[in-house]
């Protein structure tokens, strides 16, 4: 698949002008920081591909840098998870930055302010910082402690840091305006006490920098020239520069907004996807319905197919949400290029063969791939009974009905052409088997008279299948934007988002299967192994995405799908 990187967004443009104005000696330094309190989203792709590939396309460097200065919510496992997530996303970040490394100078710069007189120890509550912090309307009030000396402030900032005091009795504060009609910069907190253990800092601090402080710092430190981030942060740019502006370092990097992506039918939020983990409404961070990465990369999504979508989507500073069909179309269109064919039936129907050898086994070949030969064939065995799909035969077939049907031919992919003579049923009316003949002069299905068959099903042999679990996945929510008219989106998950079916059959060469990759099951869809339940024993695979947007086509038709007539059109040959 090739890669097509969207060229022109306003934030090249900007980079390309500070190339050629020689700004920062012509040099390019971006960064992602995410906090780790939480597992990657695809909206976070959205900043990787951005941040690397400017990088890249400038022949700059991106760190990868942990914003991780709040203890209280972040995890090890985070870090780990994030990691691997991003190279994982093809990106080479070298070794990863923290911001708890600079906690030392973050520290001292703390003090240069207290020495300037810029900052002060404040001892309000958090119940009277916010009454005195205004509104939007209103400006907010000075704080009783704004004029505390400075040798005042030093001794109250030390014995914070020596854990004389318990949370929320102090909080250091930047000396800015309580009368900005920017709220950010009425006198924010810039570090306050925590009694948590940091996963990597341990217990050596108790006091911890605000996000405001340690970002524009940790960027200023690391050297970055353009430090991307999300548009809710545009408010926040005073407060990044005025910071930067007031203590001594080497360089103010330019903090650029744009804004985030927003895909309908999920929720792109930490949060939210905690509350969906807690609640247990998923199986976990990596639940494949999931707009995590980790969710996607074993639903089966390739890095490629999300590069590739969010180079597609590009970068503005407009609010948008986009169509989750894009994102399954990027997947497809790498799949469809990449992905081996293989035949499996996931809902099984029994058919004898009764003008075939008893006992008998025969090899039969069929292609790895239809558009491209280099990829070879592979061997499927054929022997008296076989399994079809339940959709693929109807009993009072319609006109346009290419299947199976009682006196129907059709062809099994890359085997014989075979006709169904008998309907065997149980006592419930149900169809439980068919008798076929095959015709031995179709071997590899084609007639050596010319003879046309307008139907090609895939089948596999049932004496040495692959008994597997497949999970059928659907739309996390049912409405496009879960959350409409303030709704909470939990009132909208789709309860048919997971269908599990036991007793598929799968072409023996499925054995060999490695979790993440990614088979199309021909006429079905795209699987994969699932890398976390499967085992030997018993191989559970996902439904990555289907062939194409059924989604769309179903929710048009009404009324929803009748039982006896499959909603498939006719294929598209794949
Ligand atoms: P969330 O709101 O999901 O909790 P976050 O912004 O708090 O996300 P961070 O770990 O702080 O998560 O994010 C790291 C970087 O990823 C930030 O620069 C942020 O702007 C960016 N980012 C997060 N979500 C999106 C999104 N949906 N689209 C684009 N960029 C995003
Ligand atoms: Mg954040």
Redesign the pocket.
Known sequence: MEEEIKKGHFIESIIQEDVNANKNNGRVATR???????Y?????????C??FNMAGQFQGTCNLRF?DSNPAKEKQIYIDS?KDTVAWLGFDYKTPFFASDYFDRLHEFALELIRAGKAYVCSLNADEIREYRGTLTEPGKNSPYRDRTVEENLDLFDRMKNGEFGEGEHTLRAKIDMGSPNINMRDPIIYRVKNATHPRTGDTWCIYPM?DFTHCISDALEGITHS???L??EDHRPLYDWILDNISVPCHPQQIE?????INFTV??????QRLVEDRLVSGWDDPRLPTLEGMRRRGYTPASIRNFCNIIGVSKKESRIDMGLLESCLRDDLNENARRVMGVIRPLKVTIENYPEGQTETLEAMNHPQKPELGKREVSFSKEIYVEQDDFMEDPPKKFFRLGPGREVRLRAAYFVTCREVIKNQAGEVVELICTYDPETRGGNAPDGRKVKGTIHWVNANDCLDAEVRLYDRLFKDENPEQDGRDFIDNLNPGSLEVLENCKLEKSLAAAKPEQVFQFERLGYFCLDSKDSSGDKPVFNRTVTLRDAWAKLAKQNPPRKKNKPPRQKKKKK
């Not at 990657?40 to 990787?48: R, T």
């Not at 744009?258 to 927003?262: C, D, G, H």
């Open positions: 992602f920081p995410p906090e780790p309190n939480g990657l989203h695809i909206g976070h792709a959205k900043s990787i951005l941040n914003d994030i996000y991307l981030c999300s809710e942060f744009f804004a985030r992506m927003n792109l939020s930490k949060r939210k996807l």
